[in-house]
């Protein structure tokens, strides 16, 4: 059983994906908390009824990125927490909070990575005309989208996709990419190598 902190801006569509795997028994892992750097976003109200702890952190409260990313590191000492898995968190860590989590960060990216990084991966996926795209679930380090990569799942691209068509066709493998790959993580399957804290 791993303990996880979900990290979110938006409409927490992973986060729910992996809150029914936990409850249909195929992942073995307690989502411990969950944390929005947005006031209003959808995530803490799906957390909240599932009766998980969820709380806003949002960034226009705090001076510096740092200072914002330490209220959260404070706040997450006083959970149990193995993993925390970012959902859908449309932030860029600092270097100061992933060292604090040395490879202990996973993130859920819309592309085959390493293929379309940052912003916008499906419509940089349509405008350069792949056929195969997808999702992919990695280890967070100082590169953005540049971690080890633990799963991939793809879909087919095609001619007649929308931004919005590829989105839900990739959408629709991330929910079971992100539960599959923490399962592995869970049942020691996938091995992450512990780092020494920075
Ligand atoms: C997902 O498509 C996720 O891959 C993407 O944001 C969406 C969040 O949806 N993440 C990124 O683009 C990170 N760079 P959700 O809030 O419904 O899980």
New binding site residues.
């Given amino acids: 059983m791993i303990h996880l902190a979900v990290l979110?801006s938006?409409?927490?569509?992973?986060?729910e994906a992996i809150q029914k795997a936990i409850i249909a028994g195929e992942l073995e892992a307690k989502v411990s908390v969950v944390i929005s750097d947005k006031q209003d976003a959808p995530?803490l109200e799906k957390a909240q009824s599932y009766g998980i702890p969820a709380i806003a952190v949002p960034r226009d409260n705090f001076d510096t990125r740092q200072a914002h990313e330490k209220e959260i590191v404070a706040l997450l000492q006083n959970y149990t927490i193995d993993y925390i898995v970012l959902?859908?968190y449309?932030r860029i860590l600092t270097s100061y909070f992933i060292r604090q989590f040395p490879n202990r960060i996973l993130?859920?990216?819309?592309s085959l990575l390493p293929a379309f990084k940052g912003?916008h991966?499906q419509k940089q996926a349509l405008e350069y005309g792949v056929k195969v795209s997808g999702?992919t679930v990695h280890l967070v380090n100082e590169e953005v989208?540049g971690g080890r990569i633990l799963g991939q799942k793809c879909v087919p691209v095609y001619d007649s996709d929308t931004e919005e068509s590829l989105?839900q066709r990739?959408?629709a493998v991330?929910h079971q990419l992100f539960p599959e790959v923490l399962q592995k993580i869970s049942e020691g399957s996938l091995k992450i190598p512990m780092e020494v804290k920075a």
């Fill in positions: 979110g938006g409409r927490g569509s992973n986060f995530i959902a859908g449309m993130n859920i990216h819309p912003l991966a999702a989208d989105s990739i959408l991330e």
